[in-house]
């Protein structure tokens, strides 16, 4: 039987955890430019706060991702281990098919000062922006392996 996502609840966390990294990858970018005295660029992939901050987006999003598939996945109570790893992988299916959808969307069509032609937003952010992507797919199965071992044997 396939895994049932509530999809109200995936939907829901996921535009809280797309936001929530969103203004932190943009803090981080700022505050990097800001204790390093970077002077600001015109050009999005030139700037050196942004390039340097590109190389700590994949812990980000794996730590942001992580702690909201948590959220998504403490509500089960019932089921093997098997189904919550399915639900998780489904999860991470749904969300990373979302992002990629988002992303260019936000980042690609509609222009803004941080938004990227598609070369520069695939190949100019390689491999950052792949990693990023693997780390929004694994997260729910990191949360269910960190759900696990907080419940000792209790079934996730």
Known sequence: ???RLNYKRAVVTFLLAYIVVT????????????????????EP????????SE?????????????????????????ERSETRREAIALGTFWLA???????VFFVQIKNPISLNPHDF??????????????????PVGATLALSSTRGTAQV
């Open 122 to 139: 695939y190949i100019g952010q390689f491999p950052w922006i792949y990693l990023i992507y693997v780390a929004i797919f694994f997260a």
């Open 55 to 79: 190389r700590f987006l994949p812990f980000l999003n794996l730590a942001v991702w992580g702690l909201f598939a948590r959220a998504y996945l403490r509500h089960r109570t019932h089921g």
């Open 1 to 3: 039987m396939p895994p």
């Open 23 to 42: 203004i932190l990858a943009i803090a981080l970018s700022v505050g990097i430019g800001v204790a390093l005295h970077l002077p600001p660029t015109a």
């Open 98 to 104: 979302a992002a990629v959808a988002v992303d260019y």
């Open 45 to 52: 992939m030139q700037n050196q706060a942004y390039l340097i």
